[in-house]
């Protein structure tokens, strides 16, 4: 069992940034990949970033490519998603998702979700 809590959302203005930050619970997270997912109103869920249990691989939506970055801190049971350079369109809210397996992209195949946080980029 894994539980997951997101934090450092909140509203910033185009061109800013922000570091979000998921804290995850039980001795064995270093054996799960690590996604980050968005859902904007009306839109349905979709992937951001992901790495997998070891760090060494990423995959990035192509929206946020060069701009986002996701690392991971498995001594300090936490998974981070450094967005830089936000536009409107990041307006969602973000969750963190993890998996005992490989890392994939699709998010019906999480296991373990946060309660989000909320990100709001103003024009």
């Known amino acids: 069992q894994v539980q997951l809590v997101e934090s450092g959302g909140g509203l910033v203005q185009a061109g800013g940034s922000l570091r979000l930050s998921c804290a995850a619970s039980?001795?064995?997270?270093?054996?799960?990949?690590m996604s980050w997912f968005r859902q904007a109103p009306g839109k349905e869920r979709e992937f951001v970033a992901g790495?997998?249990?070891?760090?060494?691989?990423?995959l990035y939506a192509d929206s946020v490519k060069g701009r986002f970055t996701i690392s991971r801190d498995n001594a300090k049971n936490t998974v981070y998603l450094q967005m830089n350079s936000l536009k409107p369109e990041d307006t969602a809210v973000y969750y963190c998702?993890?998996?005992?397996?490989?890392?994939?992209?699709?998010?019906?195949?999480?296991?373990?979700w946060g309660q989000g946080t909320q990100v709001t980029v103003s024009a």
């Open positions: 790495i997998s249990w070891s760090g060494g691989r990423t």
């Open positions: 998702a993890a998996r005992q397996s490989i890392l994939v992209d699709s998010p019906t195949r999480y296991d373990y």
């Open positions: 039980g001795r064995t997270f270093s054996r799960y990949a």
